[in-house]
C-alpha cells in the first residue's frame, strides 16, 4: 500500500542552523509533491510545491529537494528562526490532476532561540 | 494566497445531535472541495472530494450518510456530521480548489467536539 513517512520526533535545533526534515514514500509515483506548515490548532498553510522533473526548488530560506529515484524528499529551513517552530507536513498528489493529497504525519520543528 | 474560512471554527455538541460545518473560499472559484479530517498527533486524512452541482464522492472507509457534503456554489460548501458520537471528535478542515487541480489552499479548520 501507499506509505508516506515524515520523521515522527520532534527535530530542536539552535537558532540560525539549517533545519532538514525527510519525506519519504513507498509504492507511490506521485506528480508533484508539496510541504506545508501547520502551527497548532490550525490548517496547512503552502509553503513550496516541487514536480516529478524538477530536483530542487527554492523560495526565500526554504529548499525543497525531489529524488524519484530514492523516493524522497527534503526540506531545508537555513538561518532558522524561534518563528520557524511549527509542524511541517508533506503531501504527494498523484497523476490525473485530480488535487487529492496523501498527507505524511508531519514533524514538529522546534527553533531555539 | 487564496482567502478561506470556516465556520464554525470550534463546536461542542451532545451525542446523537447533528452539526453543519461551513467553508467558503472568499476569493476564487472553487470548482472542487476536499474534506479531511485530523485526530491528535495523526495525519490529515481525506474524506471526500465533492465538485460544484455533484454529489460528492467518499473515499474507503468514510460513510456518506453520515457525513453529508453539499457544494452547491463555487463559493460555499458544507459538511454535515449526522447523529455525531464521541469518535467523530477531530479537527475537520476543508481545501478548496480551481480549476488548475494543484490543492493549495486550506481553511483553517473546525474543532468538533461531541460529549
Known amino acids: 500500500s501507499q506509505k508516506i513517512e515524515q520523521n515522527s520526533e520532534a527535530l530542536n535545533i539552535q537558532e540560525g542552523k539549517t533545519a532538514t526534515l525527510t519525506c519519504n514514500y513507498t509504492?507511490?509515483?506521485?506528480?508533484?509533491l508539496q510541504w506545508y506548515r501547520q502551527d497548532p490548532g490550525r490548517g496547512p498553510v503552502f509553503l513550496l510545491l516541487i514536480r516529478e522533473n524538477e530536483k530542487e526548488k527554492r523560495k526565500e530560506r526554504l529548499k525543497v529537494t525531489f529524488d524519484t529515484t530514492l523516493k524522497q524528499s527534503l526540506f531545508h529551513i537555513t538561518a532558522s528562526q524561534p518563528a520557524d517552530s511549527a509542524t511541517y507536513l508533506c503531501?504527494?498528489?498523484?497523476?490525473?490532476?485530480?488535487?487529492?493529497?496523501?498527507f505524511g504525519q508531519g514533524t514538529t520543528l522546534q527553533v531555539k532561540p | 494566497g487564496a482567502v478561506v474560512s470556516q465556520h464554525p471554527s470550534w463546536v461542542i455538541c451532545k451525542s446523537g445531535t447533528s452539526v453543519k460545518i461551513e467553508c467558503r473560499s472568499l476569493d476564487f472559484q472553487a470548482t472542487t472541495m476536499f474534506w479531511y479530517r485530523q485526530f491528535p498527533k495523526q495525519s490529515l486524512m481525506l474524506m471526500a472530494t465533492?465538485?460544484?452541482?455533484?454529489?460528492?464522492?467518499?473515499e474507503q472507509g468514510v460513510e456518506k450518510d453520515k457525513f453529508l457534503i453539499n457544494h452547491a456554489s463555487l463559493t460555499l460548501s458544507t459538511l454535515t456530521v449526522t447523529s455525531a458520537h464521541p469518535e467523530d471528535s477531530s479537527f475537520y478542515i476543508c481545501?478548496?480548489?480551481?480549476?488548475?487541480?494543484?490543492?493549495?489552499?486550506f481553511g483553517p479548520g473546525t474543532r468538533l467536539l461531541v460529549l
Open positions: 481545501s478548496p480548489t480551481g480549476t488548475r487541480g494543484e490543492t493549495q489552499y
Open positions: 465533492s465538485n460544484e452541482g455533484s454529489k460528492a464522492t467518499y
Open positions: 509504492n507511490y509515483s506521485p506528480a508533484y
Open positions: 503531501a504527494l498528489a498523484g497523476s490525473g490532476n485530480t488535487g487529492k493529497l496523501i
